[in-house]
Every structure is written in structure tokens, then in C-alpha cells.
């Protein structure tokens, strides 16, 4: 299978935003009758917002036409510390992928995608917080362990 990784854009904000909430679905094991619409809206507004603002860049993955997955990175400011005296930190997200495209490469394709964009950005101060499955994935990867989250060294 051939996968196209597509920086996603403000015409992409519908997709992105249902994608939001079958992640928020599956990593809370929530079902599908459980009311998603105040999450929906708020997550169409950040999308409206981040995306043009730069504070967030996401990638969907398609085989052919298909959705296959997506991740994202946020980008936001600190009070400089001695380690970061920049104070720009960036938050991985919204990883997720279809079951049927698991173990295929896609989600460490997905996470070096964002992390280059932090990089490209000046940020060494990676972080994300790991579900149980993702765990492995991050590991290899080089993230951390810490207590609820993880980081990449820079």
C-alpha cells in the first residue's frame, strides 16, 4: 500500500475535527452515544484559530482516497527555563490510526512528520502523553518516560 501524508489545511478543518473526536473516542473508550457535540465545536473553533495562526500543524494520511490517520503537534510559549530559554515547548496529538492500517508504519511516519516540524521550528522541548498502545511507538522513538506524559530529549 501506497500512503500520502497531506499537511492539513483550513479546507481540510471538517475531517480534522471528526477525526478529534473518533482519537477522544478511542482513548476514552467512550461509545458512540455518548454526546460529543460541545468537544466538536470547541475543536472546529481551535482548528479555525491554530491552523492559521501557526500554533498547530497537522498531517492526515490517505491510502488512495481513503482516511488511514492523522497527528498533530501544538506549539506554545513558556517562561524560559534553564534548559529551554526559548520557553517554546510542543505538544504531539491526536494520534491515531485506523485499525485496519495498524502496524504499517503510518503513526512513526505520522510522529517523525511532527517532530521535524518542531524541530524546523526551533523547539527541542517535545512532549506528549501516551495511551498504553501508543507507549511502544514513543519508546522506540526515543520519548521518555515521565509520569503521566513523555518527552524528547533534544
Known amino acids: 500500500m ?11 478543518i471538517d475531517l480534522l475535527t471528526e477525526t478529534r473526536i473518533e482519537v477522544l473516542r478511542a482513548a476514552n473508550g467512550l461509545s458512540d452515544d455518548e454526546d460529543m457535540s460541545e468537544v466538536r465545536e470547541q475543536s472546529y ?3 479555525q484559530k491554530a491552523l492559521c495562526d501557526g500554533t498547530h500543524i ?17 506549539f506554545y510559549q513558556v517562561m524560559p527555563t534553564y534548559h529551554n530559554p526559548g520557553g517554546k515547548k510542543a505538544y504531539i ?3 491515531y490510526t485506523r485499525p ?15 517532530v521535524g516540524e518542531a524541530k524546523n521550528a526551533g523547539i527541542t522541548a ?10 511502544p511507538l514513543y519508546e522506540k522513538y526515543g520519548f521518555i518516560k515521565m509520569s ?4 524528547l530529549p533534544g
Open 100 to 114: 485496519e492500517y495498524r502496524r504499517m508504519g503510518i503513526a512513526y511516519k505520522t510522529l517523525d512528520l511532527l
Open 45 to 47: 473553533r481551535y482548528y
Open 93 to 95: 496529538m491526536n494520534m
Open 58 to 74: 497537522a498531517y492526515l494520511v490517505f491510502e488512495k482516497n481513503r482516511f488511514a490517520g492523522a497527528g498533530g503537534v501544538s
Open 2 to 12: 501506497e500512503f500520502v501524508y497531506k499537511k492539513g489545511t483550513v479546507e481540510d
Open 126 to 135: 517535545i512532549s506528549l502523553e501516551a495511551t498504553d498502545m501508543g507507549r
Open 148 to 151: 503521566a506524559e513523555m518527552e
